[in-house]
């Protein structure tokens, strides 16, 4: 029994060995591409807004539609879902009265529209900005929600 344990081990070990010196298990693949660290740190919502897109200019807009609740009972699993008709080419959410006010940023590429839902975290009430960039503008839908336990550290 103990062989035959060997044996396993030593085949095993071997594979990995060989994955590894063929560059198979580089981590540098899993790794996504540059995310916009100044956008995620900043802290006002039209420092995020220019780390990220370049403007902090926008402009309201109907085609874009947020569901979340008015009232959340916990600040640190808020749901948001937004729905938009535009041709989006990235979703930034933003909480305006937290301490780093960008909560999520997808980059989508050239979508014609649907559906992104996330759950943030928000440490006060404050205005909830749903920004989509459509050719090459940026477009809002802007929600308040109130909190009553804050997620945040409060």
């Not at 749901?79 to 780093?100: D, M, R, S, W, Y």
């Not at 503008?137 to 909190?147: M, R, S």
């Amino acid at each position: 029994m103990k062989r035959r344990s060997f044996l396993k081990a030593s085949v095993a070990s071997s594979t990995l060995v060989a994955a590894a010196s063929m560059g198979l298990l580089a981590p540098i693949s899993v790794f996504a591409a540059d995310w916009p660290e100044a956008a995620i740190t900043a802290n006002t919502v039209d420092d995020a807004l220019n780390a990220a897109f370049g403007t902090s200019e926008m402009t309201d807009s109907d085609a874009i539609t947020i569901q979340a609740p008015l009232q959340a009972e916990n600040g640190a699993v808020v749901p948001v879902k937004i729905t938009t008709t535009l041709p989006a080419e990235a979703i930034a959410v933003l909480a305006e009265k937290n301490p780093a006010p960008m909560v999520s940023l997808v980059q989508l590429g050239s979508a014609a529209g649907g559906v992104y839902s996330v759950r943030i975290k928000m440490g006060t009430t404050s205005p909830v900005h749903c920004v989509v960039q459509s050719g090459g503008k940026l477009y809002k839908a802007t929600q308040e929600i109130k909190v009553t336990v804050g997620g945040c550290g409060g």
